[in-house]
């Protein structure tokens, strides 16, 4: 325990130390007025932004916004393992997923959203397809590229053993296939909180990205950062959670 | 038992044709210890390949059992070079490995696991993870994961290849000990001379160039031990080996 504890201030000390010292310079200056209040608030002002703000913020806002990235997060997993899959088991499915996949990310989403509105609406679902669209590509993908691992050597010494292809996906490939996977995911929860907030800004009634653009027209800026600082915040945590869980499950397999 | 004749392979997937196996005939009857020695190159995991049905022949044939057939995949219980323990299981979890693909009760076989768990020395260690076992302990668990395919061949390639030379000492001592309760017929591969001769009971010797094979016959008795390396007998085998090898 203590042990954990030392290697833990070890690792994640420097960080803490340089973002305080950040924070010192940052305050100084805004204090100081280097730099206007309006450009850039002093942290303690934002945090004053945060606590004035805090109902609509924490129970309206980043709920909004947090239920849209869970839902839209879910579906993308789902559709992204049954696509990632089906792209593993047929090569013709491959052939006419993949161009789709691709052709799926390039386009602008500030193109797409207006046609997510007019299907929509203004409902959280507008929101849900913009998420949706940005983080189910990482889920595929690496769904897809994990699998491609095919630990020859593995498959075959089960195969001398009278498996079928079905025990070989099971008991090897899978197995091969989850730390790829699970970095896709990370990235995809990621993505989310990315697609959810532009999701929002394009026409929304609530969430943060809601909240900030609204702030940013009214010249608020420290209610402004008070958002943006939920939302890399809700973005770390839920990045955290995913980690947490990655390690858990590849606990004591690798070396 | 197993039956090869006049087998020869050759890898394709480059083009040309490279003939790794030229008309090899061998014979294992059950029960025997028979080691196939070569240097490394002249085809002895190919032909391990082909006899799992990993590979097919391109001429010749490979009799089962009494049966000459194509569908020779999980017949045999095959030990790899590499010993590919999957990572992500522990010692048992690789073990029973062959018992879950061919839907096997574990329950009935759990008495037979816990007994062999133990006469390889890894009880203690049915709940380590593979990169936490020594060599000769992975080697052992990759040997017992063999042994439960209940197949009656056991194709072993260099299974103690990898090992130091102490190690390596012990585990021929082990395997010597466990050899007539283990009632399992073995073809074995090695490059090691000395290892050859006190294991086996036939030795074939695979020539790379020659593409040849040589059976050898080793008259010592059993049960053996590992100190039969220093008997005069064990030396003159040795030394017409020698000769042969050259
Ligand atoms: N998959 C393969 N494709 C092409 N050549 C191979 C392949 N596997 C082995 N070989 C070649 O076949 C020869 C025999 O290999 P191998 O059976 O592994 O020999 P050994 O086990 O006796 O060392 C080697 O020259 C090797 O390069
Ligand atoms: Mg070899």
């Known amino acids: 325990m203590k042990d954990s504890c030392k290697t833990r201030i070890k690792s994640y000390g420097p960080f803490v130390l340089m973002t305080i010292l950040i924070g010192c310079i940052w305050e100084w200056s805004v204090n100081k007025e280097i730099i206007p209040s309006f450009i850039l608030p002093a942290p303690t002002s934002i945090l004053q932004a945060l606590i004035e703000h805090r109902e609509v913020l924490f129970e309206v806002h980043l709920l909004a916004t947090l239920k849209e990235v869970v839902i839209g997060f879910v579906l993308s997993v789902i559709v992204g393992i049954m696509l990632g899959i089906c792209m593993h088991f047929s090569k013709a499915l491959e052939k006419i997923i993949y161009p789709f996949l691709v052709i799926s990310q390039t386009i602008p989403l500030i193109a797409i959203s207006p046609i997510f509105i007019m299907w929509f609406g203004y409902s959280i679902w507008s929101k849900v397809a913009v998420t949706f669209l940005i983080a189910f590509f990482p889920i595929v993908i690496s769904t897809y590229d994990g699998l491609k691992l095919r630990g020859t050597d593995y498959s075959n010494l089960l195969l001398t053993m009278g498996a079928n292809r079905w025990d070989i996906f099971k008991k090897i490939q899978i197995p091969m296939g989850l730390p790829t996977f699970l970095s896709g995911l990370k990235m995809a929860i990621v993505y989310c909180v990315v697609g959810a907030t532009i999701g929002e800004w394009l026409g929304a009634s609530e969430g943060l990205g809601y909240f900030s653009r609204r702030m940013s027209g009214n010249m608020e800026a420290d209610a402004l950062f008070a958002a943006v600082f939920l939302l890399s915040l809700l973005g770390i945590i839920l990045f955290l959670i995913i980690s947490i869980i990655e390690r858990q499950i590849l606990k004591k397999r690798y070396y | 038992m197993l039956t090869v004749n006049e087998l020869s392979y050759s890898f394709t997937d480059t083009g ?30 190919t032909l391990f390949g082909l006899i799992s049905g990993l590979l097919q022949p391109e001429q010749g044939e490979i009799i089962l059992n009494g049966k000459l057939t194509h569908q020779r995949l999980g017949k045999v219980g095959y030990m790899p070079q590499k010993d590919l323990l999957l990572p992500w299981r522990t010692v048992l979890d690789n073990i029973i490995l062959p018992i879950e693909i061919t839907k096997g009760s574990l329950e009935e076989k759990k008495e037979g696991i816990r007994k062999w768990l133990i006469r390889f020395g890894l009880s203690d260690y049915e709940k380590f993870y593979p990169h936490e076992l020594s060599g000769g302990m992975r080697q052992r668990t990759a040997f017992l994961r063999t042994l439960m395919t209940g197949k009656n061949l056991l194709l072993l390639d260099e299974p103690f290849g990898a090992l130091d030379s102490f190690t390596k000492r012990s585990m021929h001592e082990w395997l010597l000990g466990i050899w007539e309760d283990l009632n399992k017929t073995v073809l074995f591969i090695t490059h090691d001379l000395e290892e050859a001769i006190l294991l086996s009971d036939r030795i074939y010797v695979l020539k790379r160039f020659e593409k040849s094979c040589i059976e050898v016959k080793i008259p010592l008795s059993r049960p053996r031990c590992s100190e039969f390396i220093y008997t005069q007998e064990f030396l003159k085998i040795r030394k017409s080996l020698e000769r042969l090898l050259r």
Do not use: M, P, R, T
């Open chain 2, 16 to 45: 040309v044709g490279k003939s790794v196996l030229d008309n090899i005939s061998i014979h294992v009857q059950a029960g025997e210890f028979v080691s196939i020695i070569g240097e490394s190159g002249s085809g002895k995991s």
